[in-house]
């Protein structure tokens, strides 16, 4: 039994994880690096060890520093939460050495679904489909010249040790191969120190579906169906929702199954994700799994009912799955929008500082994974999203109104946000007839970054110059109030009683 | 009652308080009259009743001299009011660069991922001439307005400070 959970991350996935510990009435230990130690993962934890220096590669990335307070602290087990160590099959490894529990897979199945070209054989192997591409890296330029000829165009030009969109590259023409092929080397070099790409078929109009997954010791899989994560902006995700409205139940049950033959080829143990491409027809291709838990987990928990962290905990400590396939329902919509602080209306650049206002909004289907308070200082270490809105409703159009009415509610001042980008997205006429794919943003550029000029903006602007005019004049009297040069700096509790000593009350 | 210069995102308005009541408000912006019901709530927290319709604003102090950030409908307007002392400050920073106009520096600590100028180039406003990255994120950092590149003083891969100068202009 697993009495002791060391959680080697921080934000709102520590959190997340903090509070299934705490329903488990298993004891949580956190750590820091020095900008956190005022962080909401050390305030809510029962133990909080200091590892070291703000940047994550001296102190959240630090597998030794992190081991030794595991074995300080008596913890039995570690859980990564996502980014970081996650999957990082070393440290895995490293943690199974030194007598303790990793959360996640075997360091084999980190391995194997890790190295992209490793995973399209595995999952060829294991009759999944692939898109259609190679499997092995580019020797050369006439290498890749031959290879295009083959597939046909357009590809794309992928990472193998790749990842978050980091040495992709989309080619239409030949002529634009040699200069994509150069920038997608360096572009891997530089952000996984290996410069070997590969090339695929390019899928038009695509849309991102994933199916989560649970394994557990004992040779058992389900799968929790689908979640569609195609708003993306630069091939990240933006919003994310199950059920998907391509999806069929026959889609669902094949697509389902393919999933499972995936994390059974690597008899993968606890929550797992395998990411396909799907065509407006219905074919799809395996694209990766992501061998830990998901940002966008949430959705999938609030259809089915179940705690993803608390079955990751089970499974880690040998349990078996607690629920066959056949139990597993899908119930309701469910959406998602990540948080970021960001300003969209400046070409999303990432806008960190210190949370002066902050109301999370709340009521009926609502759930906010979060971890930013007021006063906190949102550090410009790690990732900006400050917190994760999930909505619920009995169907996709009640989810939907729901977050728009939550995104209304949202009040998070001091720092710029991308609330009321996500807001212009709910009310996008072809997301709401869930007519996208993952070029949605793209193709939507005007209505998603309209020009300030309607009347209605106009008078909105004008409201809130009249009533910055009113603070500013506020301001100035306090500022210019008499006073003998000296700040007051007197206790309402001795100004009551001035007063009472005055007017005998 | 004194009549104020309000500078909004892309325009500069002429703002007024008329009348001010102890719950109500009576103000001009551009000659346009607003009859407010309008009561501070918490500190920063203005709820307004206007033509029948409910708001809630949040105003927090801006980066700039009397500037003010207002959330409103989901959104965050900059608003500087122009007083005597901005107007001071403004003009002894005359001839500097100043109010979009300036040299691009880093908001905050990150890393140059691309350089797409060089000194002695002549950018058009909105041009992309630097790309950092910063918080796990890729940000493009544009031209505020037509210039010539005066210096360049960063390259790719350098490890930048935040509030470090990048990029001046002639």
Redesign the interface.
Known sequence: MIKKILIANRGEIALRIIRSCRELQIQTVSVYSDIDRHAMHVRLADEAYHIGPSPSAESYLKMDKILEIARRSGADAIHPGYGFLSENAEFAEKVKAAGLIFIGPSPEAIRTMGDKITARKTMIAAGVPVVPGTERVILDETDARKIVDEVGLPIMLKASAGGGGKGMRLVHTMKELMPSLRAARSEAETAFGNDAVYIERYIESPHHIEFQILGDQHDNYIHLGERECSVQR?HQKVIEETPSVLMTPELREEMGEKAIAAARSVHYEGAGTVEFLVDDKGNYFFLEMNTRLQVEHPVTEQVVGIDLVKEQIRVAQGDRLAITQKQVRQRGHSVECRIY??DPDN????S?GKV??LREPNGPGIRVDGYVYEGFEIP?????MISKLVTYGASREEAIQRMIRA??E??I??V?TS??FL?RIMENRDFRDGKYNTHFIDTHQKELFPE?SSETNRD??????????????EDKKAKTAPSNGMVKKQSMWKEFGRKKAVTRL | MTSYEIELKDRTVQAEVIEQGKDTVKASVNGKIYELDIRKVEPGVYSLLHAGKSLELQVTEGKKKNEYTVHLDGRNWDVQIIDADVRFQRNRNKGKPENGMQDISSPMPGKVVKVLVQKGDEVKEGQTLIIISAMKMESEYHAPRDAKIKDVLIQAGDTIEGNQPLITFE
């Open positions: 630069r602080a960001e070409n999303f650049m990432p960190p002066i206002k410009i270490y790690y990732d900006p995104l209304d949202y009040r001042m001091g710029k609330i009321p807001k300030e909105t602007e004008e409201l809130a110059a009249i009533t910055a005019l009113l603070e500013y004049l």
